[in-house]
């Protein structure tokens, strides 16, 4: 009952994050009952995907353009650098429509346990834009947990020497956030982080 | 920050079925993520499936022969045949490695409130099979709901005066089944099947 296409079309969508073998199999066994025509759209989104986007050179984004939108957006500030690991974090940052400074996409974050140093994210490439003058501030937007913080730390201590201020976004209470929900590390957090009103 | 390409890719990828577009979107990230050839070869996959994987004339079941690897099963009678709702149930079924006769799947079950009737599922492909002889049983082992009764209701009704008989598979308690997690419906199914030891 071995079909190899079947197969292997199990085995390449159980490459998707997430995705098992038996996700996989309901996948494909759904794409088998699609037109041809929906399955050859669906192969040429992938396709046209990897042909036509590209990390921007300059902050990492991806882009169909040479530089990305927000890399030569002229309304945009380039003295303040929002720093995030993963390029789904600036979609979810550009959806507060309030931040108006450049981004740079580091691909990861430190783990020496996975064998991912600083060189093996794009902390270099954020040396050279902030090397190159005119960034003021440097915002950390690295996620809330050990690695991202051992990441925002660890530029953070390169960006002093070079007179550029590194802030770290905010802990604390979600909005909405029930507090006996929330757990001890976050109340902690959100206390330490207290402001007057 | 609209990129043609990934926005194509996150409508195409949540097509798959439980896939919206938050999945979607994490799925298309990933494969941004990956090789070149890498997506190529998933991409092919969709190609290859689509261009050598029809359902077998006979059985419905998918091949990538003329006819499936079952139906020309020298070793399985043709007195037996099980019906199925869909290809995946026939994998299911031979994983049981006991049933040694030939399928029939429907591809969907009954549901006249979405518009489903008889002729919208291979309902006239099983009664050609059953007309043109030698078959002494059908089992209907459509799923153990609503639509999977009615339909095998509907196939029971029409097989009777072909002389040919029609099984239900059995409905119980799963094996594992802790009595006290089990509901009602599938309690009562269990009393009523229950057999002299």
């Given at each position: 009952m071995a079909i190899a296409a079947i197969d292997k079309l199990v085995m390449q969508l159980s490459?998707?994050?997430?995705?098992?073998q038996k996700t996989a199999q309901r996948y494909a066994y759904f794409v088998l009952g699609m037109d041809k025509e929906q399955t050859r759209e669906m192969a040429q989104a992938l396709l046209d995907a990897a042909q036509n986007v590209h990390p921007c050179p300059i902050c990492g984004m991806y882009t169909?353009?040479?530089?990305?939108e927000i890399c030569t957006?002229?309304?945009?500030?380039?003295e303040l650098i929002c720093v995030v690991s993963d390029p789904k974090d600036v979609i979810a940052m550009e959806k507060t429509r309030e931040f108006m400074g450049k981004y740079h996409v580091l691909f990861g974050s430190l783990s020496p346990m996975d064998?991912?140093?600083?060189?093996?994210?794009?902390i270099n490439s954020l040396l050279d834009r902030c090397n190159n003058?005119?960034?003021k501030e440097v915002i950390?937007?690295?996620?809330?947990?050990a690695k991202g913080d051992v990441t925002a730390s660890y530029i953070a201590k390169l960006l002093k020497p070079l007179g550029i201020t590194a802030t770290r976004i905010a802990r604390g209470i979600?909005?909405?956030?029930?507090l006996e929900y929330i757990d001890e590390v976050t109340l902690l957090k959100a206390l330490e982080g207290r402001r007057e009103m």
């Open positions: 490459k998707l994050p997430g995705v098992g169909d353009q040479q530089t990305c957006d002229k309304r945009r500030t380039d064998g991912i140093g600083p060189n093996e994210i794009r003058g005119g960034i950390l937007a690295t996620d809330s947990d979600p909005i909405g956030g029930n």
